[in-house]
């Protein structure tokens, strides 16, 4: 079954500290894996992509295959990270192409 | 640059009524897709519409449909509510079929009372 797994509802972390949010993924075949962001009373954006590996407002994240993980990672919060934080894996099947999601983490940085 | 856009933002209805929302994609693109995301959990995957055909639907019953119209625009119709139904319910956009930039609305509130 294709399935997002994020363990964590909710992380807190003061400033300066470093950040990770985990993601485990559950997909047969190659998989394309997504982090979005919904900052306070905002719509769901595009935080990064995997096959971009490109670092976005100080976040990267790895496509680790053998342990199935797609974990966010910044070295140093800001309190402007403060936000929901939603792994996502593309899913494609004929011409279909949809996301699942994981439940999300809350992403809290204290000051 | 408009985004994607929604209506209405936030509605309630009484069980056993239909409801419908809106969306209209970013211009040109010309896949839409929906999901619902009820509190606490990560958005679900309803329906993707390309060119005015269903493209994929997932696990939900038959009391919900979608449609696109030529401008690309679509409706999402539920009907028989429940309180179960109650969720934000997010509309996408992408470019096309192949493209994985999926750009998301605000979304529409929708309490069942």
């Known amino acids: 079954a294709q399935r997002v797994t994020q363990p964590e509802k909710l992380l807190s972390v003061f400033k300066g500290a470093p950040v990770e949010l985990k993601c485990n993924y559950s997909y047969s075949g190659s998989p394309e894996l997504f982090w979005y962001v919904q900052y306070s009373r905002q719509r769901l954006q595009l935080l990064l992509r995997?096959?971009s590996r490109e670092s976005i407002k100080g976040f990267t994240a790895d496509l680790n295959k053998g342990e199935t993980s797609f974990h966010l990672k910044k070295p140093f919060a800001q309190e402007e990270d403060s936000a929901m934080y939603y792994c996502a894996l593309s899913s494609r099947g004929g011409a279909t192409n949809k996301l699942i999601f994981g439940t999300g983490t809350l992403l809290a940085v204290q000051p | 640059d408009a985004g994607v856009t929604q209506s209405p933002t936030h509605l309630i209805k009484t069980r056993g009524q239909h409801v419908t929302l809106r969306c209209s994609p970013i211009s040109g693109h010309k896949s839409v897709s929906w999901y619902q995301q009820v509190l606490g959990q990560g958005p679900q995957f309803i329906f993707q519409?390309?060119?005015?055909?269903?493209?994929g639907r997932g696990n939900f019953p038959d009391r919900f449909s979608a449609r696109q119209f030529p401008n690309y625009s679509s409706e999402l119709n539920v009907n028989a509510l429940l309180l179960g139904d109650s969720a934000l319910y997010l509309c996408?956009?992408?470019?096309?079929?192949?493209?994985?930039?999926?750009?998301f609305g605000e979304g529409s509130w929708l309490t069942v009372v």
């Open positions: 996408a956009s992408t470019l096309d079929l192949g493209v994985n930039t999926i750009y």
């Open positions: 995997h096959i």
């Open positions: 519409y390309y060119e005015k055909e269903e493209r």
